[in-house]
């Protein structure tokens, strides 16, 4: 079955950085484009960055413009996002995502998430 494990998520103050993975497992990874979003308390779920099926493309939302990159290695099966200069904005439980074609539809397949916040 279809699994996707985040990880790396934590504490850290304004400024710094984290980097978080999503290990990806029952279905043919290079074949889909990977998405992270995030969710903070109170707020809607949002798209935080794409990556199509080889990793040459990429987009992100404007909020996180230059500061994170989504990138992936079809070796290991796994997603990252490396986010530098982290604000108290970026708060939030992170998410993996992988739209796969089942049973003859799209569907939405998400992990766990990963809890990042950011304080001083």
């Known amino acids: 079955q279809v699994q996707l494990v985040e990880s790396g998520g934590g504490l850290v103050q304004p400024g710094g950085s984290l980097r978080l993975s999503c290990a990806a497992s029952g279905f043919t990874f290079s074949t889909y484009a990977m998405k992270w979003y995030r969710q903070a308390p109170g707020k809607e779920r949002e798209l935080v960055a794409t990556i199509n099926n080889a990793g040459g493309s990429t987009s992100y939302a404007d909020s996180v413009k230059d500061r994170f990159t989504i990138s992936r290695d079809n070796v290991k099966n796994t997603v990252y996002l490396q986010m530098n200069s982290l604000k108290s904005e970026d708060t939030a439980v992170y998410y993996c995502?992988?739209?796969?074609?089942?049973?003859?539809?799209?569907?939405?397949?998400w992990g766990q998430g990963t809890q990042v916040t950011i304080s001083s």
């Open positions: 995502n992988s739209r796969l074609w089942r049973t003859g539809i799209w569907r939405d397949y």
